[in-house]
Each structure stands twice: as structure tokens, then as C-alpha cells.
């Protein structure tokens, strides 16, 4: 099938369209951008840089995506955005490529909703199957696991690392690490509970009941770096309870733990 380009629309030479892709009226695409196939850009779309942009995708009016990094250290080098399939990005969501000083790239998985105005930082890697609601903001170097849910006008510190399942709060703002399918509200927010919501979706009963067990008492432990290991040797059976283990002990800035009553 072949693409649907309106005539308003500037693709700069190089720029590789696949076919099925419609492109809206005042876009503009840059020379090295590459569109897969089944894409639909309405009006006004911007893409630029070593973008790429996976099948079926969708990006509404406004999006910028691919222009140079927010960080006064990039110098010209060559970067990348990399945006996996069946995304949707809302109104005026930008995103930007990675930058030397990260690894190169900003890597953007697979079925994720953006909402309007979202902005994803440099270096950011993002999983699938995650909603960020609007004005959702991550700074550079930030990684989301899969099924991640941050609420609207939440910003997240550079740096931060949010595990698979996790749920941010709208109005929050984050700057430390969230394990799996935890609930994190405040500013700063401190983890609140359990996502029993996307748990039941992916584990038995008796599996969610072992790892809300393991939580109370990883965070009830003097040092949960030293209970996180501890689990790790003693070879635990479920591959969950082991994957926050080590996002635990690979936490670079802390676990965001509600100290006392407020």
C-alpha cells in the first residue's frame, strides 16, 4: 500500500518512508528519520535527527521528536531516538535523542501511551506497555520497566530507575528509584503500597500474597541492601522476589521509604 503524503508536508531527501505511513498536512521530516510501515503523523508533526519510528504508530499534531538534546554538554555528536511499534504520542509530547555522555540513544519500547506534553529527556529507556499521563516529565538517563504508570504533571529526577509494574501518582514529583509493582505519591513521593491492580494481572494469588510478604519485610529491614542479598543467596524460587533483589542492590538513589507517621 502505498503512503499518504499531503503536499504541505516537507520529507527532506534521505528521509526513508515505508509504505502504508500517512503523513498530515505541515509536517516536517529530517533527512535521516526513518518511518515504518502503518504509521499516521497528523498535521504539524516534527521529526528530525536519527530518529527511528516503529510500525503502526501514531503521533498527533505538534510532536517534536528527535531535535538535539537539553544538555548544554552535547557538542554535534551523532545520537539516536529509537521509538519501538504501536505507540501512541499525544499533542506536543517531545522527545530527545541520547548524547555521548549517556549511551548514545533514547530507546523507547513497544505499545506505550503518551499523553499530551510529555517530555522524555536523553539516554531514557522506556519499556512497553507503559502510560505516562500529561505533562508526565522524565530527565535524562531515566529507565521505566514495563506496564509503568506515572500520573499527569509528575515530574522524575535524571537518573531515577522505575521497576516493571510500578505506579507514580499525578502531581508527584521522584527523585528516587521505585521497585516492581510499587505505588509512589508525594513530593518527594515515598512508595505507598503495592500495584495489586497489574499484579493480579500477571501472578497467581498465592504469588502476589508471597511478594507482598517479601516487601513488608525488605522494607522493615535495617538495611534492605543486606536483606536483598541475603534472599539472593539463599537461591528464592520466584523469579519476581529475585528481579527486585537485584533492582534493589542496583539502585543508585535509594528507595523512596515513608519514615515514621505524617
Known amino acids: 500500500?502505498?503512503?499518504?503524503?499531503?503536499?504541505?508536508?516537507?520529507?527532506?531527501?534521505?528521509?526513508?518512508?515505508?509504505?502504508?505511513v500517512e503523513i498530515g498536512d505541515f509536517c516536517v521530516?529530517?533527512?535521516?528519520?526513518?518511518?515504518?510501515?502503518?504509521?499516521?503523523?497528523?498535521?504539524?508533526?516534527?521529526?528530525?535527527?536519527?530518529?527511528?519510528?516503529?510500525?503502526?504508530?501514531?503521533i498527533f499534531p505538534y510532536a517534536v521528536l528527535g531535535t538535539i538534546p537539553q544538555d548544554l554538554k552535547y557538542a554535534g555528536e551523532e545520537v539516536e531516538l529509537?521509538?519501538?511499534?504501536?505507540?501512541?504520542?499525544?499533542?506536543?509530547?517531545?522527545?530527545?535523542?541520547?548524547?555521548?555522555g549517556g549511551i548514545g540513544k533514547t530507546i523507547i519500547g513497544d505499545h506505550n501511551l503518551f499523553m499530551a506534553y510529555v517530555h522524555i529527556a536523553h539516554d531514557c529507556v522506556i519499556g512497553n506497555h507503559c502510560i505516562l499521563a500529561n505533562n508526565a516529565t522524565?530527565?535524562?538517563?531515566?529507565?521505566?520497566g514495563d506496564y509503568v504508570n506515572?500520573?499527569?504533571?509528575?515530574?522524575?529526577?535524571?537518573?531515577?530507575?522505575?521497576?516493571?509494574?510500578?505506579?507514580?501518582?499525578?502531581?508527584s514529583a521522584l527523585s528516587q528509584d521505585?521497585?516492581?509493582?510499587?505505588?509512589?505519591?508525594?513530593?518527594?513521593?515515598?512508595?505507598?503500597?503495592?500495584?495489586k491492580y497489574r499484579m493480579r494481572k500477571l501472578f497467581t494469588s498465592e504469588e502476589i500474597d508471597i511478594i507482598s510478604s517479601f516487601y513488608k519485610e525488605l522494607f522493615a529491614a535495617?538495611?534492605?541492601?543486606?536483606?536483598?542479598?541475603?534472599?539472593?543467596?539463599?537461591?528464592?524460587?520466584?523469579?519476581s522476589i529475585a528481579n527486585i533483589c537485584r533492582f534493589v542492590l542496583e539502585s543508585s538513589r535509594g528507595i523512596p521509604i515513608r519514615k515514621g507517621k505524617e
Open 1 to 20: 500500500m502505498a503512503s499518504n503524503i499531503a503536499r504541505t508536508a516537507i520529507i527532506h531527501k534521505g528521509a526513508q518512508i515505508a509504505d502504508g
Open 29 to 58: 521530516i529530517g533527512e535521516s528519520v526513518k518511518i515504518d510501515s502503518g504509521c499516521k503523523l497528523y498535521n504539524g508533526v516534527t521529526i528530525l535527527g536519527n530518529t527511528t519510528v516503529g510500525a503502526r504508530t501514531t
Open 82 to 100: 529509537i521509538i519501538g511499534a504501536d505507540n501512541l504520542i499525544r499533542e506536543h509530547c517531545m522527545f530527545n535523542p541520547g548524547t555521548q
Open 138 to 144: 522524565l530527565g535524562g538517563h531515566i529507565v521505566l
Open 150 to 171: 506515572i500520573g499527569g504533571m509528575t515530574p522524575v529526577h535524571q537518573f531515577v530507575k522505575i521497576g516493571d509494574g510500578a505506579m507514580i501518582a499525578g502531581a
Open 178 to 195: 521505585v521497585p516492581p509493582f510499587c505505588m509512589a505519591e508525594g513530593n518527594r513521593a515515598v512508595i505507598r503500597g503495592l500495584n
Open 222 to 239: 535495617t538495611s534492605m541492601r543486606d536483606y536483598a542479598q541475603s534472599v539472593l543467596d539463599s537461591s528464592v524460587k520466584l523469579e
